[in-house]
């Protein structure tokens, strides 16, 4: 079992950033593939940036590459998603995901623990 807690979500105005932080706890971390996804009001839960568990692949929603970027420190459990250049098309609650296997997954069936979300609300 692993427990994941995300912390660092806020209101920004648009072009201002924000580090979100997600804590986990339990299964082996750097075994895991962790990604972060966002719902916004009203839609369905996309992926927006994805780590392997020794960071050997990242991978990025278009509308935020460049602007985001995921790391991990495994020997801190916890990896992060350092959010710049901000835009109101970005709030949505975040949430940190982690998957058991190594594989570059991208849907979220496909990841078996789920933080409990932290809201990004960026204002024009």
């Known amino acids: 079992q692993v427990q994941l807690v995300e912390s660092g979500g806020g209101l920004v105005q648009a072009g201002g950033s924000l580090r979100l932080s997600c804590a986990a706890s339990?299964?082996?971390?750097?075994?895991?593939?962790m990604a972060w996804f966002r719902q916004p009001p009203g839609k369905e839960r996309e992926l927006v940036a994805r780590?392997?568990?020794?960071?050997?692949?990242?991978d990025y929603a278009d509308s935020v590459k460049g602007r985001f970027t995921i790391t991990r420190d495994n020997s801190k459990n916890t990896v992060y998603l350092q959010m710049n250049t901000l835009k109101p098309e970005d709030t949505a609650v975040y949430y940190c995901?982690?998957?058991?296997?190594?594989?570059?997954?991208?849907?979220?069936?496909?990841?078996?623990?789920w933080g409990q979300g932290t809201q990004v609300t960026v204002s024009s």
């Open positions: 995901a982690a998957a058991q296997g190594g594989g570059n997954y991208h849907f979220p069936p496909q990841y078996d623990y």
């Open positions: 780590i392997t568990r020794n960071a050997g692949s990242v």
């Open positions: 339990g299964r082996t971390f750097s075994s895991l593939t």
